[in-house]
């Protein structure tokens, strides 16, 4: 086909788009009329950015959510999906930033979010980013899911930043966060004070598959220290909790968690489970 880098690029995009299960190098070209070299060259390209990544197993080429947050981060503030009135109503009644995180292979990517402070300090970070594992509530939430090895392997593949990175709370050694972890699990949400970064706190819950035991996402209540105590965590719990169930359930009908969903099942269905 003729046409600039970018039309060869969103012609990859719009391909991979109805391809939940990937398309082989191979594939991809026939389908786009390419060079097999130029479109493994542009795929080299789109996993290095994050944009696609390969399967290990079958070697075929599969969008990440790093793309569809980029419309995420547009429809979150038009609340047309059927997870932003939950992500509202946890905003109204915290009082607190709220955001929506779906799982992508080995990582978190937040996608939506609610602000229930109208005056006085917010807390509003940029939307599309990915939680550091080892020292966001949202990455405690999802890591408690998981077993320890698998944990710590995720939060060591993404890296722990330099020393000064993050707040002083953020974990310094391995066993401060299997400790976290235990906690998270004991209590059925992680919680984190000035660990991402210095001034402010979270809490998180993981959102479960609707028919499995794996989480999907997370939601997260995050601000300023001084208003999130312990003592306001513990009355945040049960709606974070609630909301967390809300989401799981309506999970099948949101843009931002059906695709993690469908990502499951087809990995679920290749491995034989």
């Given at each position: 086909?003729a046409?600039?880098?970018?039309?060869?690029?969103?012609?990859?995009?719009?391909?991979?788009?109805?391809?939940?299960?990937?398309?082989?190098?191979?594939v991809i070209?026939?389908?786009?009329?390419?060079?097999?070299?130029?479109?493994?060259?542009?795929?080299?390209?789109?996993?290095?950015?994050?944009?696609?990544?390969?399967?290990?197993d079958?070697?075929?080429?599969?969008?990440?959510?790093?793309?569809?947050?980029?419309?995420?981060?547009?429809?979150?503030?038009?609340?047309?999906?059927?997870?932003?009135?939950?992500?509202?109503?946890?905003?109204?009644?915290?009082?607190?930033?709220?955001?929506?995180?779906?799982?992508?292979?080995?990582?978190?990517?937040?996608?939506?979010?609610?602000?229930?402070?109208?005056?006085?300090?917010?807390?509003?970070?940029?939307?599309?980013?990915?939680?550091?594992?080892?020292?966001?509530?949202?990455?405690?939430?999802?890591?408690?899911?998981?077993?320890?090895?698998?944990?710590?392997?995720?939060?060591?593949?993404?890296?722990?930043?330099?020393?000064?990175?993050?707040?002083?709370?953020?974990?310094?050694?391995?066993?401060?966060?299997?400790?976290?972890?235990?906690?998270?699990?004991?209590?059925?949400?992680?919680?984190?004070?000035?660990?991402?970064?210095?001034g402010?706190?979270?809490?998180?819950?993981?959102?479960?598959?609707?028919?499995?035991?794996?989480?999907?996402?997370?939601?997260?209540?995050?601000?300023?220290?001084?208003?999130?105590?312990?003592?306001?965590?513990?009355?945040?719990?049960?709606?974070?909790?609630?909301?967390?169930?809300?989401?799981?359930?309506?999970?099948?009908?949101?843009?931002?968690?059906?695709?993690?969903?469908?990502?499951?099942a087809?990995?679920?269905?290749?491995?034989?489970?």
């Open positions: 086909m046409g600039s880098q970018i039309d060869r690029v969103l012609c990859i995009f719009e391909l991979l788009a109805h391809e939940s299960g990937g398309a082989a190098l191979t070209a026939d389908r786009t009329d390419m060079p097999k070299s130029a479109v493994h060259r542009l795929l080299g390209d789109l996993a290095r950015l994050g944009y696609v990544r390969q399967d290990p079958t070697a075929r080429y599969l969008l990440t959510t790093k793309l569809l947050s980029l419309g995420f981060a547009y429809l979150s503030a038009s609340g047309a999906d059927a997870a932003q009135p939950v992500l509202d109503r946890l905003a109204r009644t915290s009082g607190e930033l709220v955001r929506l995180a779906v799982v992508d292979r080995d990582r978190l990517t937040w996608v939506a979010k609610a602000q229930g402070t109208r005056s006085g300090l917010r807390y509003d970070p940029e939307m599309g980013a990915e939680p550091a594992l080892f020292c966001t509530a949202s990455g405690h939430a999802w890591l408690a899911t998981l077993e320890d090895d698998a944990a710590i392997a995720l939060a060591a593949r993404q890296g722990f930043g330099r020393f000064d990175e993050h707040g002083p709370n953020a974990p310094r050694t391995i066993s401060v966060l299997e400790e976290a972890l235990r906690r998270a699990r004991a209590q059925g949400f992680a919680t984190v004070h000035e660990s991402a970064a210095a402010t706190s979270a809490m998180a819950a993981a959102i479960l598959h609707p028919r499995k035991s794996c989480a999907i996402g997370t939601v997260s209540i995050a601000g300023p220290s001084f208003r999130m105590t312990p003592a306001r965590i513990v009355e945040l719990a049960p709606a974070l909790l609630t909301a967390a169930a809300e989401l799981s359930q309506a999970s099948i009908g949101s843009e931002f968690l059906s695709e993690t969903i469908r990502a499951t087809t990995t679920a269905k290749r491995s034989g489970r």
